[in-house]
């Protein structure tokens, strides 16, 4: 009796090369595609970096030295200040020393930087004050019915000057803009200016 051949099912060394080869090759593509991701999330985790400002460019002067840009802090500190206590005099006068019964007196407050830099003052209503006196009585004041008072803030350069004027209509006031119904007579009154702390000395005019 013959025997019966049996044939392997062992597959061959070709087959085994086949197969290493494929899984290498889907190993290497896995790692790539690993690779690729880990550098994706690396990325959008990674803080951005902003870009460089560019460098400041100096000017340059005929003699070819370099300049450096102003520096807004420095100009800013350049600004000039709040005038000082004793920097500031105030002078009253009017614009005639003797008035006719027809004529209005026109007070005249000079202010002026009395120190040795520029600076900043508040001539606003809110600091002028106009006050006519005959002797002890008060005859007259500005603030006593001054409405929406502000505030200016004006540069004064040392030794200069600037002057507000107000025209006195020869009425009585009070305080709290009460009515007042005496009228000034005829005589010497007394004319004081005053801006915020400040007053001046007294000016006489003449009422006819």
């Avoid at 025997?3 to 090369?17: E, F, G, I, L, N």
């Avoid at 896995?30 to 999330?41: E, K, Q, S």
């Avoid at 990674?46 to 560019?54: C, D, G, L, Q």
């Avoid at 002057?163 to 007579?185: D, E, N």
């Amino acid at each position: 009796m013959a025997q019966k051949q049996v044939r392997s099912t062992r597959p061959s060394a070709r087959v085994y090369r086949r197969r290493r080869l494929a899984v290498l090759i889907m190993v290497l593509v896995l790692v790539g595609l690993l690779t690729w991701a880990g550098f994706g999330i690396a990325s959008l985790l990674r803080p951005s970096v902003p870009e460089a400002a560019p460098a400041p460019v100096a000017s340059q002067t005929g003699t070819g030295s370099p300049q450096a840009s102003a520096d807004p802090s420095a100009q800013a500190s350049a600004e000039p200040a709040e005038c000082v206590e004793g920097d500031v005099v105030v002078t009253a006068s009017t614009a005639q020393a003797t008035h006719g019964p027809a004529d209005n007196p026109v007070l005249v407050m000079t202010i002026k930087n009395a120190g040795s830099t520029e600076c900043m003052v508040n001539v606003g209503t809110s600091q002028q004050d106009f006050s006519v006196m005959s002797g002890a009585d008060r005859i007259f004041s500005t603030s006593d019915c001054v409405e929406d008072p502000t505030d200016t803030e004006i540069m004064v350069k040392p030794g200069a000057s600037e002057t507000a004027r107000f025209t006195w209509t020869r009425v009585r006031s009070a305080p709290g803009c009460k009515f007042v119904a005496a009228k000034p007579r005829p005589g010497t009154y007394g004319f004081t200016a005053k801006l915020g702390d400040v007053s001046s000395e007294t000016a006489r005019f003449e009422l006819r």
